[in-house]
């Protein structure tokens, strides 16, 4: 019942703004489940994949990366199955950029959304207000001799409440921003650090092959 005459009282902007709130919930839950699912342990990886590959294990390899989510993984995934092929070093750093521009619009996907939201949530309640002090000022020329404080209270409750409304949809929706763009800088740190380490790896790995084969 409160909630109903918390909308009553805003107004039509009420809503608009719970419609905001409904679908900046769930972008938020959406991409905590997301990058709950795909945070990995990237240095185990790396270093169960480096046992695997000195043993020139590449299918082994390969099945390792698809069996473990996360970006990280696919991004390694290309630079082995590059290398497996015979391509130079240049050929599987143009490989790993190519996952990662597949695999960070993935990651920022809906971030955008999110935090037009939390920008105009303010906006929305500012834009209630003023109609709600319109409207008091028709209520005013309407009934200038015989105005009681009940007269106004509709009016100053529609520009109170989505002032209030926009407000509380905006600060939660920045941090939840904030948050998750974290989380996004996070695993492409990570998903460079692993190409990093994956190229460095088959650099070394494939000097001492030649050393050897002289």
Known sequence: MLFMQIMKDGGPLMWIIFGCSVIGMFIFLEKWFQFHREQINVSELVRGLINVLRRDGYIEAISLCDNTPGPAARVLTAAILAQEQGDDLEDMKQAIMDANMVEVPKLERH?????????????????????????SFQTIHSKSV???????????????????GGLCLSIPCYVAYNYLTSRVESMTLDMEKAASDIIHFFKHHKALKDDASK
């Open 111 to 135: 971030l955008n959304l999110l935090l037009t939201i939390g920008f105009i949530a303010p906006l929305l309640g500012m834009l209630g207000t003023v109609l709600g002090i319109m409207r």
């Open 146 to 164: 015989y105005l009681s404080a009940a007269d106004l209270s509709g009016d100053i409750s529609m520009a109170m409440v989505c002032m209030v």
